[in-house]
């Protein structure tokens, strides 16, 4: 079956511009994440929904952030006004959120903020 | 909240021998632990994961110990092969009752080489 997908899978954007990443998660699952993860490093936690329901976005580093999951299956990361330090993969993960712990990535977006 | 550290940062090994990845974490009521494997400019891949009422969990040649006491694990891959060649990853995460929720908190990486 189809796992996790992402688009687009790259992104150059200048500085001050506004970014959507997509994630389309296994078809199902209830659980979705939203991992940061900088050049040599692990990844970062950002926020998680349960279906529609955003229940942490505890990691969301700035208000310049924002994601959105309105009907349970697609996901939408957002980034007003891109910084430098926003450069980084963003990658999503989804689970089934019964009785099974384990997180599937995807491919992951490289945003690139020149 | 939850903080993991990873070491070493790089392992070189040759081709047969064995490579063990160690991490510690510091909340101990974190109760679930996976390796993701990441080759490069790849998604990360889930290895192996043990949770927190099993001491050791093997498959084929993949095998991972904890050590609840000492909030530590570790990543024990025998007979290594040039594929496993990657960036390996350990994390830490709280589950809560039947469900999957449970943020991943990740070590900083371990990039290892396997030679031929």
């Known amino acids: 079956g189809a796992g996790v997908s992402q688009s687009p899978r790259y992104k150059v954007a200048k500085r001050g511009q506004d970014v959507a990443l997509r994630c389309d998660p296994i078809s199902g699952h209830v659980s979705l994440f939203w991992y940061q993860q900088a050049l040599g490093q692990g990844p970062e936690f950002l926020t998680y929904?349960?279906?529609?329901?955003?229940?942490?976005k505890s990691g969301l580093p700035s208000d310049r952030f924002f994601a959105e999951r309105p009907e349970g299956s697609v996901s939408t990361l957002k980034i007003q006004r891109t910084q430098q330090e926003d450069s980084a993969v963003y990658l999503c993960a989804s689970s089934t959120g019964r009785h099974s712990y384990e997180q599937y990535f995807g491919p992951g977006t490289r945003l690139t903020v020149t | 909240g939850e903080n993991v550290e990873q070491h070493p940062s790089t392992l070189s090994v040759q081709e047969g021998d064995s490579a063990v990845i160690k991490c510690t974490y510091s909340?101990?009521?974190?109760?679930?632990f996976p390796w993701y494997k990441q080759e490069l400019g790849k998604r990360p891949q889930l290895i192996i994961d043990i949770r927190s009422n099993v001491g050791e969990k093997k498959d084929q040649r993949i095998a991972v110990t904890l050590n609840k006491t000492a909030k530590h694990f570790s990543l024990h891959i025998t007979e290594t092969q040039p594929e496993d060649s990657a960036v390996y990853f350990c994390a830490a995460s709280m589950i809560f009752g039947g469900t999957s929720y449970g943020k991943l908190t990740f070590g900083q990486g371990t990039i290892l080489t396997v030679h031929p």
């Open positions: 929904f349960q279906n529609e329901a955003q229940l942490d």
């Open positions: 909340d101990s009521a974190s109760n679930y």
